[in-house]
């Protein structure tokens, strides 16, 4: 019975992930299942207001180099009760097309109170929250925060993810000491496993050797 059991584990994970990845990329959850996620582009819980082109499921997708400096981070983290949670990670260009012509439609802003409060619409493009090209689509950029695993609250950051104002910038002034605390481990725990930090963004980073330096991809997120 106990191996019938264990073969129906197998078979539903692997119905889970059932994408058949181009080579060289893997499913964060493969990696390490530990990691938290919440792909907000599969959903409407995002600056545009409604799932994004491209994710279907809600799967976090990763180059495997990538992956596997992830998995060292949270090996750290849990050691003292923490957990990186994870954003977005791999990101099909049609989705950064779908960004682009959002932008471009400049009376639709059904989520400005809550992403954009203070920037105009027409400025995004300028100040770099929205471009025609993304880190992302190279598959060894990540957006991420931190939680504390008992809770599952994430650690205060000072602003919310994808929030795009100042207030977002790795090194703004006008938050507290212990929100610029959680900002640094955030940022040296990255940093020290090979990632580079993005200036607009704390949460923010890309591998620094990652291997698609030039590939941007466009397979849907399954």
Do not use: C
């Amino acid at each position: 019975m106990k191996s019938l059991i264990i073969i129906f584990i197998v078979l539903v994970s692997s119905q889970i992930n059932s994408q058949t990845l181009p080579q060289g990329f893997s499913y964060v959850s493969e990696i390490d299942a530990t990691i938290k996620k919440e792909l907000r582009y599969s959903t409407s819980n995002n600056f545009i207001g409604q799932p994004i082109d491209g994710y279907i499921k809600d799967s976090l997708i990763i180059s495997t180099p990538a992956a596997k400096a992830l998995k060292k981070i949270q090996t750290k983290l849990m050691l003292s009760g923490l957990s990186l949670k994870i954003f977005d990670a791999y990101r099909p260009q049609q989705a950064v097309d779908h960004f682009v012509r959002w932008a471009e439609a400049v009376n639709d802003t059904l989520m400005k109170q809550y992403y954009y409060p203070d920037v105009k619409k027409l400025d995004l493009f300028r100040r770099g929250f929205i471009a025609s090209k993304s880190g992302h689509t190279r598959g060894s950029t990540v957006d991420l925060s931190i939680v504390d695993v008992k809770t599952n609250k994430e650690l205060d950051m000072g602003s919310s993810y994808d929030f795009f104002g100042e207030a977002s910038h790795p090194f703004f002034k006008n938050i507290t000491p212990n929100q610029k605390k959680n900002r640094m481990l955030l940022r040296n725990i990255m940093i020290k496993n090979g990632f580079i930090p993005y200036d607009n963004e704390w949460w923010h980073f890309t591998l620094k050797e990652e291997p698609y330096p030039t590939t941007y991809f466009n397979f849907t997120i399954e």
